[in-house]
């Protein structure tokens, strides 16, 4: 059997496997068609990677929505587009993907931050657009350092790639560093994960806006690129970016779409102005009904930086907020980040605590001295809050349930 | 049992070195014993010391988290320089509950896989050696009797989130904290869990600790603040039997599979 009709064979394989997968579980099917597809042909992903412009975006929070960002804006300049939409980011979910490319064109596919370095040979990647790192499910994969030293393993093998990363983020400087990088600053969020320098272990010295290295010399980039209020500056120009979902992660996922956009040649202003399209991303930001003329807004978060951004932007607004948490494997087995996140933020709102581990978030919000209720379903949970607004924050698990019953069209 | 003479200042909580020992959620365990405090009309601050700091000697409570590699070195050369007032401010009637990695550093030192020795504080007769497998998941510690629990006993069993590579062993005069009831613990082969001497614990208990067992957060408080008034845990008490629910689950799990496999 020739090696592309293995191929082949191997997409038509995958793809009954997935609509099994998705008839019989409900599931997305990406998954289980990949594996098959790797399984029948090892070298699918080389050849099905051929004729198309390959774009990785990876980062611990937002390569979902960065991903659709940049597929949205390069569309929107008129080019054909293939990406992994419903988020399957792990090499099983990447091949099918690629099948359902019609010619040659743009792929903008969201990687896994464990699986980018096994990615970037077989697919000849163009363009690498790195976010943040941070701890996630740390009883699964182990620390953000390693994770980091992976990536700079992939970048020190080729020099030559290009990199579009965000400079406010120890860890991914120190990952893209080797490679061509053009920076952009979104800015300091979550911290406490890079106490020390990645390239010596000294303390890093922090202040507002910047990070260094009193040691090794280590130090973020100098960029004029950055994230500002809602205002991408890129090159001297300021690009304002206007987009429907909310909070400033969302703009910070917004810049680095645009800035990826800008180096694929997709003038910035027309890159931007494609963005407010995007309303909701693989379900999150979905609006899902309450039965009683309300909605509910769903904000997936799955870690403390993820986390501590949703709470921040929840704070500002006038909403009761259900707090849904299980710790299966998917969500990390350990929720101990419930107390490396500020739920005193929520002080003065109406919450609730649901999912499987409720009671570890109600004991959580009973110490940040937040009214709670206790409620297993975050549906119900959402439906006993009084108030116009409601939003449901869910870890994955919970989240994917909340999005299989329904996210159908969102 | 320190003199217990009456308090002229508020409870002072110290979460040392929160950026390098803080990977997994032990700041809760500082959370809780404030609040425990402040609920009982006992006035608590919680005090951070950050990385680099000096370590003062008047804290009443010293929490050491557990944390990544590189931090841990640099934790570590902090502690170590600051023991004397650590020693002094023990001596002066403070606890010290160190988690995991701080754990390990409260002992005399921890070598890793490739013999690289990383120096601890030695405030107690213990070490640490990186094994394999990593212990990763729900531990259940049955905590021994001790007179340092005074008359109230040991606390009832503890509920906590396990997840390190080390293998502590004891010094010969040296009290484990408990027995393991499901979950690995110091996992040198003696079956029991963390450290207890006067006013210092050493555990490899996550989840936090404090926050799944009021009981023993609540002897904390008692250490530092001589009797204390009985305080509601029903909400913490439920996420501790259910916790308790889990670990024992999987240990029975655990404990059918060792035994048909040894059967073959």
Redesign the interface.
């Known amino acids: 059997m020739s090696a592309s009709t293995r191929t082949k064979v191997g997409v038509v394989a995958g793809r009954f496997a997935g609509w099994l997968s998705r008839t019989i579980t409900r599931g997305q099917g990406a998954t289980i068609s990949g594996r098959v597809i790797n399984k029948i042909a090892p070298n699918a992903l080389q050849e099905l990677a051929e004729g198309q412009r390959v774009t990785l975006v990876s980062a611990t929070n937002g390569k979902t929505t960065t991903t659709r960002f940049l597929a949205t804006a390069l569309a929107a300049d008129g080019r054909t587009v293939t990406t992994n939409s419903t988020g399957a980011n792990l090499a099983s979910g990447i091949a099918p993907t690629l099948a359902k490319a019609t010619g040659p064109g743009e792929a903008v596919l969201e990687v896994d931050e464990r699986v980018l370095s096994k990615m970037v040979d077989p697919l000849a990647v163009e363009l690498l657009v790195l976010g943040n790192l941070s701890?996630d499910q740390?009883?699964r994969y182990g620390?953000?350092?390693a994770l980091s030293a992976a990536w700079r393993e992939t970048t020190e093998a080729h020099p030559e790639l290009a990199v579009i990363a965000n400079s406010s983020d120890p860890h991914v400087v120190w990952a893209a560093m080797p490679a061509k990088v053009t920076w952009v600053a979104l800015g300091l969020g979550w911290r406490?994960d890079a106490?020390?320098?990645p390239e010596c272990?000294?303390?890093l010295s922090w202040s507002v806006d910047r990070f260094d290295c009193p040691s090794c010399g280590f130090a973020q980039p100098e960029t004029e690129n950055r994230l500002d209020g809602t205002d991408l500056v890129l090159d001297g120009e300021r690009i304002p970016l206007s987009i429907a979902l909310p909070g400033t992660w969302n703009l910070a996922n917004a810049a680095l779409a645009v800035m990826a956009a800008a180096h694929l040649g997709v003038e910035p202003s027309v890159a931007a102005g494609a963005l407010d399209t995007v309303t909701s991303v693989a379900g999150r930001y979905m609006s899902v009904p309450l039965g009683d003329s309300r909605e509910a807004r769903v904000l997936l978060a799955k870690n403390p930086a993820g986390w501590t951004e949703v709470l921040r932007f929840l704070h500002h607004r006038d909403t009761a907020v259900v707090i849904a948490v299980n710790a299966r494997v998917a969500d990390g087995?350990?929720p101990?980040?419930?107390?490396?996140v500020p739920y005193e933020l929520l002080r003065g709102k109406q919450t609730a605590a649901a999912g499987e581990r409720r009671?570890?978030v109600?004991?959580?919000l009973?110490?940040a001295?937040v009214d709670y209720a206790i409620e297993p379903d975050p549906i119900m949970a959402a439906r006993a809050l009084p108030g116009d607004e409601v939003h449901i924050v869910a870890t994955y698990t919970q989240f994917s349930a909340l999005y299989r019953k329904f996210g159908y069209g969102q | 049992m320190t003199d217990e003479k009456p308090r002229d200042s508020a409870v002072a909580v110290g979460l040392i070195y929160p950026e390098l020992l803080g990977t997994y959620g032990d700041r809760g365990n500082a959370v809780v014993l404030v609040q425990r405090a402040r609920w009982r009309g006992i006035p608590a601050e919680l005090v951070e010391i950050a990385a680099g700091d000096p370590i003062p000697d008047n804290l009443d409570v010293y929490i050491f988290g557990g944390g990544e590699d590189d931090p841990m070195e640099m934790a570590a050369a902090g502690m170590r320089s600051s023991k004397a007032a650590i020693e002094r401010a023990h001596r002066g009637g403070a606890v010290v509950l160190a988690i995991c990695g701080g754990y390990q550093l409260i002992g005399h030192r921890y070598t890793a896989f490739d013999g690289e020795v990383l120096e601890g504080i030695g405030i107690v007769d213990l070490e640490t050696n990186a094994g394999s497998p990593r212990l990763i998941g729900e531990i259940v510690v049955q905590p021994l009797p001790n007179d340092v629990w005074g008359e109230h006993g040991p606390p009832r069993a503890l509920t906590g989130f396990e997840n390190h590579g080390g293998r502590t062993t004891l010094g010969p005069d040296v009290a484990p904290l408990g027995r393991v009831l499901a979950g690995g613990g110091n996992g040198d082969g003696s079956e029991v869990e963390g450290v207890l001497e006067e006013r210092i614990i050493g555990t490899y208990l996550h989840g936090p600790v404090l926050p799944r067992n009021p009981e023993l957060a609540d002897r904390i408080l008692g250490w530092v603040a001589g009797d204390i008034v009985p305080l509601d845990a029903t909400l913490e008490q439920s996420l501790r039997l259910s916790r308790l629910d889990a670990g024992m689950v999987k240990g029975t799990r655990k404990w059918i599979q060792d035994r048909m496999l040894a059967r073959g």
């Open positions: 701890r740390l009883d620390e953000v350092h406490s106490a020390t320098c272990g000294a303390l087995k350990d101990s980040w419930l107390w490396d009671l570890d109600a004991v959580r009973r110490y001295e």
